[in-house]
C-alpha cells in the first residue's frame, strides 16, 4: 500500500513537496487555507540564490560552494546553524536545476545584496524585453502540474489541529473537525510577517511586536499558522523575535499609509537603481546586507508621518542603463502602477525631488567617477550601470517593510521537526 503524505501550505515549498512526493509514489493530500495556491511564493520578485549551476557557469560566473557558505554565514551573524546553511549551499544547485525541469529557465543571474558574486537567479526578459516576474512564473508551472496529477487539493481548508498518537502524528483535524489520517505531514506553512492578527494568539504580537508597525510585503495569509500547530504537539522553536525588514517597499503615492506594501525587489538594486535621501544624497551601499541598508535608510532619510505612524522614506533612482539591465516590460508594470514615475531629463528629476538640477547632476557624475574606480565610500565595489547623461530616468519612493521572519519550528538537516529532550538536547517528532 501507498504512503499516505498530507502536506500544509500551498506556496512553493508545499508544491515542490507535494509534486516529489508524488512522484516517489506516496498518496498526496495538499491543504491550503487559503482559496487558491501561491501564498508569498507568488509575489517573489528577486529570484533564487544557487551555486556552480548550469546558468553561472553559462555566463562564466566563477562560484564557489564557499563563498557562498561564507556569505551565507556572515549575514546571519552567529545565529546561523552551519549544518543547515551547508545543507542549503550543497543542494542549491540541484534545487534550481530542479525548478528548470518544472519548465521554468532561470537564465539571469543577478547580485544582490549580502552575496560576493552573481548566484540569484531569475526569468530572463524575452526578445520583446518582457519578462515573467520569476514566483508568478514558477508557482504558475508548479500548479499546471499539480493539476496534471492526481495530487488531492483541498483549497479552503484551514488545519485546527496535529493529531498524534504514542507521540507521533497520525493525521490533523480540519477546520471544519474532519479529520485526515496519515502517514507523514510536511509543514510548509510559512512564516507570521502579514498584518498583525489582533488577540492572544498573535504570533508577530508575542514574538517580535517592535515590528508590528511597519507595513508588510506580506499577504495576510502569513500568520504563522504551522508554527502553532508545531508547537502544540511539543515541537521546539527558535530565533522567534528575527524578523527581516525589507529596505524597499514600494510607496504608493495614491495610498502613502497603506500597511501593505508591493515589494521593490532587490533586483532592481543589483541592476544599478540606487537609493537617494531627500537631501539628493547616496547614504549606502545599494548591494550591502538588507539589515544594513535598512539601518541606514532610518538613519539618513526624513520620516513620512502617516495617521497610523511614522516611517522613514527614501528615494530609489534608476538610470536607462538600470531598466535595460532588470527588463524595460516589468518596469512598465510598476509605472502602470504608480510605483515609478518617469523623467526624460535630470533636470525634470531634480524638479520632483525638490532639489538643484546642477547638485544632482554633480552627484550623478560623483557616483558613475566611483563606478570607475571601483569603489567608493560606502565600500560598494559593484555598480552595475551608470547613472549620469542618462538618456531618461525612474523615480519611486521606498520604505523598509516587514519581509521575512527567519525563526520558526526547530528542525535538522533533515527536514525533521525536532522536539526538547533536554538542554541542548533534541529529536525528532516522527510519523506514523
Not at 519548465?103 to 520583446?128: K, M, N, W, Y
Not at 514574538?207 to 499577504?219: C, H, Q
Not at 554633480?362 to 574606480?373: C, R, T
Request: with cysteine; proline share 4%; aromatic share 6%.
Amino acid at each position: 500500500m501507498s504512503t499516505r503524505v498530507i502536506v500544509i501550505g500551498g506556496g512553493l515549498a508545499g508544491l515542490s513537496a507535494a509534486l516529489e512526493a508524488h512522484a516517489a509514489g506516496a498518496l498526496v493530500t495538499l491543504i491550503e487555507k487559503e482559496t487558491k495556491l501561491g501564498g508569498n511564493s507568488a509575489k517573489a520578485s528577486s529570484g533564487m540564490n544557487g551555486v556552480q549551476t548550469a546558468s553561472q557557469h553559462m555566463l562564466n560566473i566563477s562560484d564557489t560552494k564557499l563563498q557562498f557558505m561564507e556569505d551565507t554565514m556572515a549575514s546571519g551573524g552567529s545565529l546561523s546553524d552551519r549544518h543547515l546553511v551547508a545543507r542549503l549551499v550543497e543542494d542549491s544547485a540541484s534545487a534550481v536545476e530542479w525548478i528548470e525541469q518544472q519548465g521554468v529557465p532561470l537564465r539571469l543571474v543577478s547580485q544582490c545584496g549580502g552575496h560576493s558574486c552573481p548566484r540569484t537567479h531569475r526569468i530572463a526578459p524575452d526578445e520583446f524585453g518582457r519578462a515573467a516576474p520569476v514566483g508568478w512564473g514558477i508557482m504558475s508551472a508548479l500548479q499546471r502540474k499539480i493539476q496534471g496529477s492526481d495530487i488531492t487539493v483541498l483549497l479552503s481548508s484551514p488545519v485546527k489541529r496535529l493529531i498524534t498518537q504514542n507521540g507521533r502524528v497520525t493525521g490533523v483535524q480540519l477546520g471544519d473537525d474532519q479529520v485526515l489520517q496519515t502517514d507523514a505531514i510536511v509543514l510548509t506553512t510559512g512564516g507570521f510577517a502579514g498584518k498583525p492578527v489582533h488577540g492572544d494568539n498573535s504570533v508577530l504580537n508575542e514574538f517580535a511586536p517592535k515590528t508590528a508597525t511597519l507595513a508588510t510585503t506580506n499577504g495576510p495569509w502569513a500568520t504563522g499558522d504551522g508554527i502553532r500547530l508545531g508547537q502544540n504537539i511539543g515541537a521546539s522553536i527558535r530565533d522567534m523575535d528575527k524578523v527581516q525588514v525589507h529596505p524597499t517597499g514600494f510607496v504608493d503615492p495614491k495610498d502613502p499609509e497603506a500597511t501593505s506594501k508591493f515589494l521593490a525587489p532587490e533586483a532592481l538594486r543589483a541592476a544599478g537603481g540606487i537609493l537617494m535621501n531627500q537631501n539628493g544624497l547616496r547614504f549606502t551601499n545599494e548591494l550591502d546586507r538588507r539589515d544594513l541598508v535598512t539601518d541606514a535608510i532610518f538613519r539618513s532619510c526624513e520620516d513620512y508621518q502617516t495617521d497610523r505612524n511614522k516611517t522613514a522614506v527614501a528615494n530609489l533612482i534608476l538610470s536607462q542603463e538600470a531598466v535595460n539591465n532588470y527588463g524595460p516590460s516589468t518596469i512598465q508594470f510598476y509605472e502602470n502602477k504608480g510605483l515609478f514615475r518617469r523623467y526624460s531629463h535630470v533636470d525634470d528629476l531634480a524638479k520632483a525631488m525638490s532639489l538643484d538640477p546642477k547638485f544632482l547632476d554633480y552627484q550623478l557624475k560623483q557616483y558613475d567617477h566611483h563606478a570607475e574606480k571601483g569603489y567608493d565610500q560606502f565600500s560598494k565595489t559593484v555598480f552595475p550601470s551608470r547613472m549620469s547623461d542618462s538618456s531618461a530616468y525612474w523615480l519611486g519612493k521606498i520604505t523598509p517593510s516587514r519581509h521575512y521572519t527567519m525563526g520558526g519550528l526547530r528542525f535538522d538537516a533533515y527536514g525533521r521537526v525536532l522536539k526538547e529532550t533536554g538542554p541542548e538536547s533534541y529529536e525528532p517528532i516522527e510519523g506514523r
